[in-house]
Every structure is written in structure tokens, then in C-alpha cells.
């Protein structure tokens, strides 16, 4: 620093101009560094906690809508009347003698076909004698509708009645399409009719290995079939269901199975026992989103699963079935034993075999929620968003988590963009603070050469400067008139014209953004304003919502349009409003039609819920706006889910359309519809089948002439799906379909 004295001014200013310089680039990019890794692991965190959140939802729900589905199956009358003539059947058949024929054909049966394929599954060679059934009545039914069925393996419940002639055969052909119906209906993986009291499997669906089978003491006396069943046993109050975990179930090759189950009553007396066969496709289907984890926003490393009490998985893991090598890889890195690792390979499937003992499992086994920076169950940190999942009779924990590495790539990116600046900046830097200290420094060195001429002494201090407030601004005045102050009153000018010229660009610039947001969706008009002229993107799930108003020619040739037009526009307004509330979109209003788009511009996980929910309110409005203003207005609406074309068209005149199929078929719906009726197609039914009451209706014909299945709304629920099975079943008298439909369920 003692050598600074000996500088030169000009080196002074410009080792100045580079410290400040180079001291600001320094905190500006650490600051911002900072602030940009802080706002994207926020951001991160709420989109791992929303996807969790939805998923978590999605998974509760399923399990809550089994309970109440198995709850009114176990009080339905029918089922009830199935299950005491079933069991009356299974009994007589313990009076049957059954020809060693008979039983030489099992024992063919389990060796070349069903222990062969479950063999492929487990550990070890599975024999006969472990697996056969000794009872009449199981040696009997196993014979007629396992060894001695005609449907290969995983179709056996296509045959209806054997050629035996017992009454158990006749009951199955009379209850078994019933069943079988509501097994591919409802998704059950399986369905059984148990006696309570021996435990006897009277009745399944799949007619698998455990048909007919004792869960009390034959060969699958230790599965987790027979554990629910004993839990019901042992609680027999009515509505009270039972829950068991997945585990591995051999009659279905050791697939993964868990089992739901209910006392069945007739009357106040219970009669057997329901159980329902559940299978992990749902759960994957729902964690997985359909294996679209991009566009769940979980980037090229999130996902979502869940973690059993046991610290095993129960659901399937992304890395096994995008990079099976990889992840194979990884598990042997650490330290996975080969017995495990064998067995995943084995089954394609890491349920129940992969322990993951994590952070995050463990806290949201022991019913904890948050989100943070931890360690994930391949070793290296992740962003971790976990929740205790609220399912009766099970203890799951749900993880959402996404790589650090991925995360805080931009950061990285920005990082190296923050050092190639600071280079460029510092050269600059210098650059101009040479430049910059040669300016100033010249007119002193006049000033010196010129008083040094003349003689003259040192030169006096700079002036006064003071300063009033002109235009809102403050303006700088000197003492001394001289170029200085010249230069100022130019200057003190300039930024009042440049103020003045900035409020009214301001101004032009947020009306023209006023504009543009009445034609563009805003993230359109942002791309638009920065130079993107060609706009064209294609999205692969949207719902559109056509709207068809119906009465509007008539309403014009009535005398007071001017009623009419103001009706119309609080129409539009309304439907507009609702829009609002939905986050649905509408992308325009011509004429008797009004198209809405959700999922769009902003992509939502329930675009098919907002839509329906929409459509649904808005066909209330009509009614307000017809009282309101005396008119005769009605509505036809058509809903459809799909891909669809967005683009930007025209260049002086322009506007964001979109166009494709699923907008074709919205359109078409829309116009093939009763008035003030939501008509839908499958797709839409199929992704919110127990939200809103749907009911199949006609099909319509489109425009290429296919022909396209329709649903329309109404009140709907199980009850009425068992009435539409069981109609025209003869049952008791107490079951005709004279009496009441409560009184029958």
C-alpha cells in the first residue's frame, strides 16, 4: 500500500475502477448463485411433494373405494344366497368316491403344468405331495375345473359347467358369470367364497391351485390368504375388513398378492367369508403415471415408490425397468447379496425382495412428512419428499425423489456462465478504466500545462454544487460556468426527456400486454414477445370441452335483441368465470360455439377432473341465464381427452387454435348431444370412473364414419352395477326382482 503514493492518478483511478469492478462481479454472482440453487431446490421440493401428494391421494382412494365395494358385496343378498348354496353343494360332494383315474389326472396336471411354472418362480423343486389337496370334495372340483378343464393355464374361469351333473355345477353356472363379471370389472385379481368355519375355498373365480383347498390345514395354511381369512374369523362384526400385505402367493406362480376380506351376512347370521385377490399393477399403473415420469415433471432420475414395514419395496423401481442392467449394477455394488439379486432377475420385479432402508423410509414408516436433501437407496443424494400413506391395516411409506446431481444441473450450467462473464467482464473492466482515467485525467493535464504557462498559481477547488428538483428528478448545478456545467444542464435535460419517454413506453408496452392477453394464453404471449415467431407445439393429454348453444338463431328473430345480446354476453362471462376456477382455458367464442382446453399452456395431473367439473357447472348457468333475461337458451357439451396440435397462426392478425382428432370428437360429441346434457367418451369415463356418475349411452357415428361409444352423467353407484349383473338370475323368492332394489342388496 506504501507504494501507492508513487502512482500516478491515472493508475490510481484505474486500479480503483478494477477492485470495485471485480468486488461486485464477485458478490453479484456468488449472491446470485446463491439465491438461483435456494429458489430451484424450493421448486423441486414442491414438485416431488405435489407428486407424492396426488399419487398418495390416488393410492388411499383405490384402497378406500375396495373397502366400501367389498363392504356392500358382503351385504349384498345375492352374495349371500351364493355363498349358503355353494356351501351346501361343497359338502354333498364329500359322499363322492373319486376313480384313481381321476387322481392320476391332478397329479398330471401339477406336474406338467403347474409346478413346471412355479418352479420358474421360486427357490428349489417343488413336488406334488406338497402342494396336493386329500378331501373328496377339493380332489372332486380340482378334477372337473383345473385338471380336467379344457382352457389352458390363466383361463380356466372361462368354463361354466362341467358335464358332472352336481348341484355344485349347476349353482356354478347359475353365480360363476356373475363373479367372473365383477372380477373384470372391479380389477380384482381373484375372488373367493370361504368358509368361516373349516376354512374351505368353496368358490374362486381364477380357478387356480387354491380352489377348493383348506386355508385351515391344507397346503396353503401359512399364506397371507389364509391369515386374512383368520383375521375375519376372529372379528365377525359386520363391516369390519381386513387387510393383509403383499406377499408372495404360490398358487399365482409366487406373484405378489394382497388380500382384502369381509364376513358375508344373511341377515343378522354370517354365512362365510368374502375375499377379494388384489395384484400391484394398480399401484405401479398409479406410481408410475403409465411409466411417463417426465411428464410427471420427475425429469430423467425422479419417481415415486412406496416402502412396506418391512423396509421392502411395494411397488416397482423406474431404474429396472428403464436400465435393468444398470440397476442390476448397482445392486451388487451395494453389496445386495446374489440370492436377492437372482430372485429379482428371476421374477422381473424388485417387490418384496429389494430392501430399501433409507432416510426417508424410515421416516415415513414411523409417520413422519417432510422434504429434504438425503442419501437415496442407491447411495447417492437425492431430493427426498416422504409421507406415511393412510391405508388401514397396512404401514407404507411414499417417497418422491429426483437425483441432487440432476437437480442442480442448471446450477452447474449457470456457474460456468457466472465464470465466462466474470472473464469477459474483467477484461472490459480493464479496458474501460484505462480509457476511462485517460479521459479524465487529460483535461487536468491541460489545465496544468495552461496555469504552468501563464504563471499562474494552484488551481482553486471545484465549485459549489447544489441541486433542485426538476421533473421529479434532481438536477446538478455548479458553481463555475463551464463545460462541466454545460455538460450538466445537457444532461439534466436528456433524463427528463428520457424519463418522460420511458413512462409512455411503459405505458403503450402494458396495454399492448392487455391485448395480447385477451388473444394468447399468457406463457404463448411471452414466447411471441421474445421472438419465437413459429409456435407450434404438440401435447399429448389435454381435455377439450366443446360447448354447442342451442336457441341462438331463434333468439336473434326475436324482437329485443338487444335482451338477447345481453344475456349471451353474461353467458360467455360466466363460462369464462368457471374457466377461471378450474385453471381451464378457453380458447375461443365464435358464433353458437365455445371451446375450453385444460392442460394446455399449463399441464395438470387431473386436466380430466377440471374438465368435467367445468362442463359440469356450466350447464347450470344456462338455467340462471334463461330466468335472467327471459330467454330460451339450452346447451350441448362434448368432452374428450387427448393429443392435440397448438399453434400460433397468422402474423398481423393472429390466434393460438389448436386442432386434431380428440378435438374433432369434442366438437362432433358436442353436436350429437341432448341439449344440457355432458356427453363423454370412454377415455374421459375410464380416468375418472368413480368421481362422477357416468352412464353409458348410445354410440355416435363420426364424421369417418366409425362408430365411437358415448357416456353421458347421472347418479350411478355399486349397487346399481350388481342390479345391471344380476338381472334375470332366478333366485328365491326373497330375491325376486319384484321386491325393492334396497331390500334385494
Known amino acids: 500500500m506504501l507504494g501507492l503514493k508513487h502512482l500516478s492518478i491515472k493508475s ?8 470495485v469492478s471485480l468486488g461486485s462481479i464477485a458478490v453479484v454472482s456468488y449472491l446470485s448463485l446463491s439465491k438461483a440453487q435456494q429458489i430451484l431446490t424450493e421448486r423441486i421440493f414442491a414438485q416431488l411433494t405435489s407428486v407424492r401428494t396426488a399419487e398418495a391421494d390416488q393410492i388411499e382412494s383405490y384402497f378406500s373405494t375396495l373397502r366400501h365395494q367389498i363392504e356392500t358385496l358382503s351385504e349384498s343378498r345375492m ?6 348354496n355353494f356351501d351346501r353343494d361343497f359338502k354333498q360332494l364329500n359322499d363322492k368316491k373319486i376313480p384313481p383315474a381321476w387322481d392320476r389326472t391332478i397329479e398330471s396336471y401339477y406336474n406338467q403344468e403347474f409346478l413346471p411354472r412355479l418352479s420358474k418362480h421360486i427357490d428349489g423343486k417343488p413336488i406334488f405331495e406338497t402342494y396336493r389337496t386329500t378331501s373328496p370334495e377339493s380332489r372332486f372340483l380340482q378334477y372337473q375345473y383345473i385338471a380336467q378343464n379344457p382352457n389352458p393355464v390363466g383361463k380356466k374361469d372361462e368354463l361354466l359347467q362341467p358335464k ?9 353356472a347359475l353365480y360363476h358369470p356373475f363373479f367372473r363379471n365383477l372380477v373384470q370389472r372391479l380389477g380384482y385379481e381373484d375372488l373367493f367364497l370361504i368358509d368361516a368355519e373349516t376354512g374351505d375355498v368353496i368358490y374362486s373365480v381364477k380357478k387356480e391351485t387354491d380352489f377348493a383347498s383348506n386355508l385351515y390345514t391344507g397346503p396353503y395354511r401359512d399364506s397371507n390368504l389364509a391369515a386374512v381369512v383368520k383375521e375375519v374369523r376372529n372379528n365377525p362384526d359386520r363391516g369390519a375388513i381386513q387387510l393383509v400385505d403383499f406377499q408372495f402367493y404360490r398358487p399365482s406362480y409366487n406373484a405378489p398378492a394382497a388380500f382384502m376380506a369381509a364376513s358375508i351376512f344373511d341377515g343378522t347370521r354370517r354365512v ?3 375375499v377379494v385377490q388384489l395384484s400391484s399393477d394398480v399401484i405401479n399403473k398409479i406410481l408410475t403415471g403409465n411409466q411417463q415420469w417426465k411428464l410427471q415433471g420427475l425429469g430423467e432420475t425422479g419417481e415415486t415408490y412406496i416402502v412396506g ?14 436400465q435393468p442392467s444398470a440397476y442390476f449394477s448397482g445392486l451388487r455394488r451395494e453389496g445386495v447379496s446374489p440370492e436377492t439379486i437372482q430372485s429379482i432377475q428371476r421374477l422381473n420385479s424388485s417387490l418384496l425382495l429389494q430392501p430399501i432402508e433409507s432416510v426417508a423410509a424410515q421416516a415415513a414408516l414411523q409417520g413422519k412428512t417432510g422434504a429434504q436433501i438425503l442419501p437415496g437407496y442407491r447411495g447417492s443424494p437425492v431430493l427426498a419428499s416422504y409421507a406415511p400413506l393412510n391405508i388401514r391395516g397396512v404401514n407404507w411409506g411414499i417417497i418422491s425423489e429426483m437425483a441432487l446431481s440432476e437437480a442442480l444441473a442448471p446450477i452447474n450450467t449457470l456457474q460456468q456462465y457466472l465464470l465466462l462473464s466474470a472473464i469477459i467482464m474483467i477484461l472490459l473492466v480493464t479496458l474501460f478504466a484505462a480509457i476511462a482515467a485517460q479521459r479524465f485525467v487529460r483535461p487536468i493535464d491541460l489545465m496544468v500545462q495552461r496555469y504552468g504557462n501563464c504563471g499562474a498559481g494552484p488551481l482553486p477547488d471545484g465549485g459549489d454544487v447544489d441541486g433542485e428538483e426538476v421533473s421529479g428528478l434532481r438536477e446538478l448545478k455548479f458553481g463555475s460556468q463551464d463545460e462541466l456545467s454545460e455538460l450538466a444542464q445537457i444532461c439534466n435535460g436528456m433524463v427528463v426527456q428520457i424519463h418522460q419517454k420511458a413512462a409512455a413506453i411503459a405505458e403503450k408496452e402494458q396495454e399492448n400486454e392487455t391485448l395480447l ?3 394468447l394464453p399468457r406463457p404463448v404471449m411471452e414466447r411471441w414477445r421474445k421472438g419465437e415467431k413459429q409456435i407450434i407445439d404438440q401435447v399429448q393429454q389435454v381435455t377439450v370441452i366443446v360447448v354447442q348453444i342451442v336457441g341462438l338463431e331463434r333468439a336473434m328473430t326475436q324482437p329485443d335483441n338487444q335482451m338477447m345480446a345481453e344475456g349471451l354476453n353474461e353467458l360467455i362471462t360466466l363460462l369464462d368465470k368457471k374457466a377461471d376456477k378450474f385453471d381451464v382455458e378457453r380458447l375461443n367464442c365464435f358464433g353458437d360455439r365455445y371451446v375450453a382446453v385444460c392442460g394446455l399452456t399449463k399441464p395438470r395431473l387431473d386436466h380430466v377432473k377440471r374438465g368435467v367439473d367445468f362442463a359440469q357447472d356450466g350447464l347450470q348457468l344456462i338455467k340462471e341465464v334463461n330466468q335472467k333475461y327471459s330467454l330460451n337458451l339450452n346447451l350441448r357439451m362434448g368432452i374428450h381427452t387427448g393429443p392435440v396440435t397448438a399453434a400460433l397462426i397468422g402474423q398481423k392478425k393472429f390466434c393460438y387454435d389448436i386442432w386434431g382428432e380428440t378435438v374433432s370428437i369434442a366438437t362432433q360429441l358436442a353436436q350429437q348431444a341432448e341439449t344440457d346434457t355432458l356427453r363423454a367418451t370412454a377415455t374421459v369415463w375410464d380416468s375418472v370412473p368413480d368421481l362422477f356418475p357416468f352412464e353409458p349411452d348410445k354410440a355416435i357415428v363420426l364424421a369417418d364414419r366409425r362408430t365411437l361409444p358415448t357416456w353421458v352423467l347421472r347418479k350411478t353407484g355399486i349397487r346399481d352395477l350388481i342390479s345391471e349383473l344380476t338381472w334375470g338370475l332366478s333366485f328365491d323368492d326373497e330375491d325376486s326382482p319384484n321386491r325393492p332394489e334396497e331390500e334385494r342388496l
Do not use: P
Not at 352374495?79 to 349358503?84: E, F, L, S
Open 164 to 172: 358332472d351333473g352336481s348341484n355344485y355345477s349347476k349353482a356354478h
Open 517 to 519: 392477453l385477451n388473444i
Open 272 to 274: 362365510g367369508i368374502l
Open 12 to 19: 490510481k483511478l484505474q486500479i480503483m475502477l478494477l477492485i
Open 79 to 84: 352374495v349371500a344366497t351364493a355363498m349358503q
Open 309 to 322: 414395514d418391512d423396509f421392502r419395496l411395494r411397488s416397482v423401481l423406474r431404474l429396472l425397468i428403464e
